[in-house]
């Protein structure tokens, strides 16, 4: 197995409700990502964008297959863990449509919240998150509340949030959605330029078709399947 | 160390001291509430403990003048004061009269006590102006809760009482101000009837009852003799029911004011239980409002117990926030009680471990939520 391996699915199936209500969302998915890879995952509303990437993210439970975080084996027709939360804490950073910061945290807290959930020293953790601050120039605004933060620069503290536990996946939910086009390829630069520089795999779904030349790959949900474009 | 509970109150200070102050009222209206019930209790041992005597002897098979009529003779303080294991004994009549008090009528409880005798009802740390009685007539002592002031004239039955002494704290179980007349015109006043009335007694050829009945015999022991062992002879020998001074307080607590407590002790109840739900309602509001916060949360990986500490401690700090207002509250707007109300830190302290446990109990509703919450609802608009 790779080192650069970032994710592995195999054979992968997901399918809600029963009887008439049945329906299969994700049939036989196999593919690998590795680390430093910023892929583009496309598909029409309700294909299962979101279902992949929770289950990526080990927050939905798939029916079958097999899921792989890095070197880690975490599903194999069941959770390998009872602790998914735990992976997600170590292993994962999530990135939403909107900054979705704690809003009565201030900033340099909302990014030292998650390191101080896996038991890291507080200086450690704000070192960290003062690094990630002057990565994304936004160093002075430590002490700031989310409000008083504009959409962009919330938006970069998000992503600083996301990179808080050395992640080895990122998945990013349409990081672009509310942001107008000049700051849209800023983002996704940005996530190119941290999958590269962080050696971090990150999934980003997205409705922009401008935002795919960015991209180092474009994967696709069609007619159930998993498909790189 | 982040503390999510200090930092999430910190953003909404303002609502949470509001919603605070809010619940806070209702818990002051508890200590209220405990402070009426220990403000009767208090009033009924007023007289109890100014007579301060050993036995109280009473009509045969009651309970006594505090519980129910009880008539007994005068002269039976005499037979008493044979015995040897007692030191006093003195006559006392109890009863409930109205008295003029600003154009209308104020209920007072009228003491009528032996002036030449050994016990006198009167706590001289209680009178703050003027004398205890002095003259066998027309002689009255009364507490400043009746507003009259030394010299004022109070027409009683058939006949004018000049006020000589006033007293402060003086009050019957019932919460009625006490006042203080002369053995004879106490009897005067519960035998001497109109002269239309005595007129037509006459002509249905009813004869002048006795008048030299009093309530109560008081009397005190000699310490080495023990008073149960004398109150069991004189029941024995004086066909009386015979009380001492704890039994006195039990049939004031336990039968006169029993009723009274029970009601309070429902309110208090409910109300506590009001409280509860109130801020489990508030919790879980404020937990309604962040579950955006937590799901990501849930999503990123924070552990159920730190979204949960949150939750607990909000809760915590709302009911003891709550309590401290409750108790500033209270002792802001007691005084303006009509009856007795006696605030006591024990009841505050009692309170308080309620209100935590309570507060333990509604946040259950909030955590409830926490843990069902969803953390894929973290994804999407």
Sequence with gaps: ??????????????????????????????????????IALIAPSGAGKTTLLMMLGCATEPNSG??????????????????????????????FQAHYLIPFLNIIDNLTLLPQANKVADKESKAKARELLSYFDIADKENAMPSQLSGGQNQRVAIARA????????????????????????????????ALEQDVAIVMVTHDDRMLTYCDKIMKIENKSVVFL | MIYLAKEDIKHTLGKFIVTAMGVGMLLGIVLIMIGVYRGMIA?????????????????????????????????????????????????????NIQIPFHEKKLSVMAIGYDIYGSITPINPKRLIAGRTLKNDHYEIVVSDKTDYELGDTIPLGRDIYTVVGITHGTVASGGDPLVYVSLKDAQSLQFTYTNKRIQTDRARGIKSGDAHLVNAIIATVYPSYGVDATAKTLRKWLHKSVYTREQQTDVLTKYVVEKASK?????????????????????????????????IMKLIGLPNSTIVKMIVEETLLLGVL?????????????????????????DAFILFIIIVIASIVASFVGVKKVISADPTAAIGG
């Design chain 1, 1 to 38: 197995m790779s080192t650069k391996q970032a994710i592995k699915v195999e054979n992968l199936n997901k399918s809600f409700g029963k009887g008439d209500a049945f329906v299969d969302v994700i049939k036989d998915a196999n593919f690998t990502i590795n680390k430093g890879e910023l």
């Design chain 1, 66 to 95: 097999k899921i792989w975080i890095g070197e880690e084996k975490v599903f194999e027709n069941k959770w390998l863990t009872k602790e998914t939360r735990k992976i997600r804490r170590e292993k994962i950073g999530f990135i």
């Design chain 1, 163 to 194: 990179l808080m536990n050395n992640p080895e996946i990122i998945l990013a939910d349409e990081p672009t959605a509310a942001l107008d086009m000049n700051r849209s390829v800023d983002v996704v630069k940005m996530l190119k330029k941290i």
């Design chain 2, 43 to 95: 009033d009924a041992r007023v007289i109890l403990d100014d007579l301060n005597v050993d036995l109280w002897v009473v009509q045969e098979d009651t309970l006594g003048p505090f519980a129910e009529a009880s008539r007994i003779h005068e002269d039976l303080k005499y037979t008493l004061k044979g015995y040897q294991a007692i030191d006093k004994s003195e006559a006392i009549t109890f009863q």
């Design chain 2, 263 to 295: 009601q309070i002790g429902l309110f208090t109840v409910i109300l506590i239980s009001v409280a509860t739900i109130i801020i489990a309602l508030i919790i879980y509001t404020m937990t309604l409002e962040k579950m955006k916060e937590i799901s």
């Design chain 2, 322 to 346: 709550a309590f401290i207002f409750g108790n500033i509250f209270s002792h802001l707007i007691y005084t303006k009680f009509p009856k007795n109300v006696v605030l006591e830190t024990p």
